[in-house]
């Protein structure tokens, strides 16, 4: 279980009044104008003797990242070397190097391959149908190998050797240029996705700190020897802060292992930086360490933790850390750093819904963090060793002018690759030291980090950028940070919508503060038995609901729509007690909870505001004499039936579109969850919609839901459910006399992902167990095939089935739980044939359900299954049950046979290829297509959500046409000269 309290302050508080704390305390402890002065020769030195082609600097001036040229690069040297087929890395070489110019570049080799993949494009994109003869393949091949071969070049510059004796060999070499290097080395690698990884990542960690101890120096202090940094996702698989219990009994003897080895050698050991929602996990394990290291070895003070000045927490973490130091009497390094994730934190923030950024919007506001972390690192020298990791030259010079008014010993650190001319004239004073944080590893295995490192230092804003750009002048380099911006550089997650629509609040689930109302609404909600309606209630309902029609049509749409924006407000507040019923009554787990209330909020305000647009009433063009109006009306008296999937979002988004525009509404939800349902019509009476306007009645589908249908009085029936239903109830409207009634039906499909080798293997299986098992396989856009390319499919099938056995299947009330239950023993025991049919005709990826093995009826774990074509697949099955095929060839072949099982809801497609994608998404008959990403989670007014053919009628809910369906359309056309003649004519200029 996570702590109760957090040890750090809130991580969501206002920008301003943090950054104002931040420059009083830098009052008089910094003179920047001295530091700039300081610093301009080094820029100067810099500029007239830049460093190498290959260099970062050099790079960014030749191909800027904003440019085409500098994203073909970065995106080739992010897959090329993976791709294991010649065919897709000929398409992928076209695809990126065909859209960018080198022809002005310094270097003739890109050039020449340049020019080449352009004229070879058309030939070599799998999809275009060209020519592909022996000697044009030979041709292609030729640049692939040419280019290969540059992004190899272009890795050794920022890795310092494959493997821990490469590394250290080039470590050594660079010493005895420079004295005062110190190198920290990184095994490359990202955070791992199965336990075989983490183990796999701290045997790489183990031999590497055995490797620098060979050479290390135990007499001498942590401080003078090489380290090694290692990052905790990397060590286990499900390093989040609720899975903290797992974490504490099973990361902690890991990494403990590491410090003992350290400790005996006397190196350093710097615990990496992750994303905020882990740092108070990382601190949980920190201090484990540091109780042990007391204990057992308290003469190391090489235990180090990187720490990020763009977090708004950044200050309270170093007194925190240094609280630690001295309570428990040893000694720290730390590492400062601007930080890496901040474009994920600023997408997290406002995906969640979250109060504000945990980090800063305005670089310079981060650099003022920077600063003052620096001087509380060095205002703690009794615990805290400080090492400054930056590339600024401003930064460099402004910590050499604190750190010597202190008199307190320190480094600094630069990144292997980067930053090398201004280091190459800061340390030619010989007493400032400087470490050298040096990658080690394969060089497929440094994409993602080379990556990060382009993204970072290729931004605009960035000092490594401006440095190589000439035009940006000395006092425009160093200008001062020390200066606060009143607002934000970006809108709140609030304000994602604009003025109009304000996004809904989210929870953090990783902060104490905010889990808190969500378990103590658990304790206190109670799920009410809800009683049946009968077959003679439901046509005085709808008696009712046909009579209350023309009062709340005739209510005006601001009016209406202002009532649904009450029900948000309303439901906003009510969030943790939504959540803990749905929790109890749906099985959610706690984050899928949060986001279905969410949704229902966003539902509300979407459709209020669309009301307003579609309802308004519009002048149509004609001749001169007559007027003509399009307006829209309500139809009449609604059936609304919602699924048990999303008992409260598809059950508000279904009424609130029927109230919206002025009908009225029998709702009919699952049999499952009623009292989700009861509760969320309770909310929308109070808000002020009236009680025959909205009836709730439920009941079984074949009797309550059949007989609603069934009544002559209804305009229209919006379903949301199975594709049998969904026929029952078109064939049971077509039969009956009487108006023709609209039918708007969603139902499933059965939703396939295909992945070309380009893809990133990580990126696919945290996409593929997200869209596949996450809530139990139970969302109509759950991914149910999976079509891999056979090259790649042995190895992401194994790292799928890592990630999937470390899921947690369990009591969702639990915050450990990954999914829970299926929603009944009916669902249980449907899946449960398709499970026997499979194991029977397919082959088993993952090991069979164990019924027997859990207290918790209908439980279902993971289950995944290779089949042979994907016309083998031939029924949905809704529940967390993947099949997976293998392709080859033409990926476009896959997209026919996808498109030949009939069904249309959802497809993912994982390729580095954008011509390819654009061109599969177009092919494929499919309501929602999500590109190199996961499946699920679509959002209101962002992906409006809905498919064909099997898959549905359309429109799509949440999106901008749905409303219409939902109306009747008048026309009003008016012979305004039916009195004499054209007053409005005779008056125009013509007549003057």
């Known amino acids: 279980m996570p702590r109760t309290t957090d040890r750090l302050p809130f991580p969501y508080r206002p920008e301003t009044a943090i950054v104002a704390q931040r420059l009083a305390a830098l009052q008089g402890a910094l003179d920047w104008a001295a530091a700039a002065t300081v610093a301009a020769p080094w820029v100067r030195a810099v500029r007239e003797n830049p460093p190498p082609f290959w260099a970062m600097e050099s790079l960014l001036k030749e191909y800027p990242i904003s440019s085409a040229e500098g994203l073909a690069l970065m995106r080739l040297a992010e897959a090329l070397l993976r791709v294991p087929d010649a065919e897709t890395a000929i398409a992928l070489t076209a695809d990126q190097l065909g859209r960018a110019d080198f022809d002005g570049a310094a270097d003739s080799t890109l050039a020449r391959l340049s020019s080449t993949a352009i004229a070879m494009s058309k030939k070599f994109l799998p999809e275009s149908g060209g020519e592909t003869g022996l000697m044009a393949k030979l041709g292609a091949k030729t640049v692939v190998a040419a280019t290969l071969r540059a992004v190899q070049l272009l890795g050794r510059q920022f890795v310092l050797g494959q493997t821990i004796e490469e590394g250290m060999k080039e470590a050594a070499s660079a010493r005895k240029k420079l004295d005062q290097l110190r190198f920290s080395f990184d095994m490359l690698g990202e955070g791992a996705r199965t336990d075989a990884d983490a183990l796999r990542y701290l045997a790489s960690y183990e031999n590497a700190i055995a490797a620098i101890a060979r050479t290390a120096d135990p007499k001498r202090s942590p401080a003078h020897n090489d380290g090694i940094s290692i990052k905790l996702s990397a060590l286990h698989s499900r390093f989040e802060a609720v899975q903290h219990g797992r974490v504490m009994e099973e990361l902690v003897p890991r990494v403990w ?19 905020v929602d882990r740092l108070e996990l990382s601190l949980d394990v920190f201090e484990a360490l540091a109780q042990l290291v007391a204990e057992h070895c308290p003469q190391w003070a090489g235990l180090g933790l990187a720490m990020q000045a763009y977090q708004t927490r950044a200050v309270e973490l170093i007194e925190h850390v240094a609280a630690l130091a001295r309570q428990y009497k040893i000694r720290f390094m730390c590492r400062l750093v601007k930080g890496a994730y901040w474009d994920a934190e600023i997408k997290r923030a406002q995906e969640q819904g979250l109060p504000t950024y945990p980090v800063f919007t305005h670089k310079h506001h981060t650099d003022v963090s920077y600063l003052a972390c620096a001087r509380a690192l060095l205002d703690a020298p009794d615990a805290i060793y400080p090492q400054f990791a930056t590339h600024n030259a ?25 930053g090398e001319g201004i280091y190459r004239e800061v340390l030619k004073n010989p007493l400032v030291a400087c470490r050298v944080y040096a990658p080690v590893g394969a060089h497929r295995d440094l994409l993602a980090y080379l990556v990060r490192r382009l993204l970072e230092n290729g931004a605009n804003s960035s000092f490594v950028h401006q440095l190589a750009d000439e035009s940006v002048g000395m006092d425009e380099l160093l200008i001062s940070p020390l200066r606060l911006e009143p607002q934000p550089s ?18 953090d689930l990783a902060v104490a503060s905010m889990r808190e109302p969500l378990l103590a609404a658990l304790a206190s909600t109670p799920v009410p038995t809800i009683p049946e309606a009968s077959t003679a209630e439901t046509e005085t309902a709808c008696a009712k609901a046909v009579a209350a029609f023309a009062g709340w049509n005739h209510t005006p749409v601001a009016e209406r729509a202002a009532t649904l924006r009450r029900a948000a407000d309303a439901l906003q507040q009510q969030l943790p007690r939504f959540c803990a019923l749905l929790v109890k009554e749906a099985h959610k787990t706690w984050g899928d909870a949060v986001s279905e209330v969410r949704e229902a909020v966003d539902f509300l305000r979407f459709y209020a505001n669309d009301a307003e647009r579609v309802m308004a009433p519009q ?33 508000m988004g279904q009424v609130a579109a029927a109230l919206a525009t002025g009908n009225t509404v029998l709702a009919k939800p699952a049999e499952q969850t009623p009292a989700v349902a009861l509760e969320a019509v309770k909310l929308l009476h109070a808000a002020g919609v009236p009680a025959n306007a909205l009836q709730l009645l439920h009941g079984p589908g074949e009797t309550v839901g059949a007989s609603l249908v069934a009544q002559a009085g209804i305009a229209g029936v919006v379903f949301t459910g199975s594709t049998q239903v969904a026929k029952i109830i078109q064939r049971a409207l077509a039969a009956k006399d009487g108006a023709i009634v609209p039918l708007i039906a969603e139902t499933g499909g059965i939703n396939a992902m295909l992945v070309d080798s380009t893809a990133l293997p990580e990126q696919v299986a945290d996409a593929v167990v997200q869209s596949a098992f996450r809530s139990a396989g139970q969302r109509c856009s759950a991914l149910r095939l999976l079509c891999l390319h056979e090259g790649i499919a042995d190895h992401v099938i194994e790292m799928i089935q890592g990630a999937a056995k470390e899921l947690v299947a369990g009591n969702t009330a639990e915050l450990a739980t990954d999914l829970g239950p299926v929603i009944d023993a009916e669902a249980f025991e449907g899946i449960t044939r398709h499970l026997q049919r499979l194991h029977a005709q397919a082959r088993p990826l993952l090991p ?63 390729t580095r290829i954008d011509s390819r994608a654009q061109a599969l998404a177009t092919a494929a008959r499919v309501g929602n297509v999500y590109v190199n990403r996961n499946m699920i989670g679509a959002v209101v007014g962002v992906q409006p959500f809905g498919g064909e053919g099997l898959s549905g009628t359309g429109p799509k809910a949440g999106g901008p046409n749905y409303l219409q369906r939902f109306c009747a359309e008048q026309t009003l056309t008016i012979n305004t000269t039916a009195a004499g003649g054209n007053v409005a004519l005779f008056a125009g200029p013509a007549l003057h």
């Open 619 to 651: 002048t149509l063009p004609g001749p001169t004499g007559e007027s003509n109006v399009l307006r829209l009306e309500g139809r009449g008296a609604w059936v609304c039936i919602s699924p048990w999937n999303f008992p409260l979002a598809i059950f």
């Open 394 to 418: 401003g930064t460099i010079a402004a910590i050499l002018q604190m750190s010597a008014r202190q008199g307190v010993p320190f480094e600094l650190q630069r990144l292997h690759g980067m």
């Open 490 to 507: 970006l809108p709140l997650p609030a304000d994602l919508y604009g003025a109009k629509r304000a996004n809904s609040q989210g929870l």
């Open 848 to 910: 069979a359900a164990a019924p027997a093995a859990t207290t918790l009826p209908n439980l279902i774990p993971p289950q995944m299954f290779e089949v042979k074509a994907i016309a083998d697949v031939k029924a949905e099955i809704f529940g967390p049950v993947l099949q997976v095929v293998r392709w080859g060839g033409d990926p476009m072949d896959v997209i026919r046979q996808i498109n030949a099982l009939g069904y249309g809801l959802t497809l993912g497609i994982q």
């Open 257 to 275: 292992t590491l410090c003992r080895a350290a400790a005996a050698a006397n190196l350093n050991l710097t615990i990496d930086a992750e994303e």
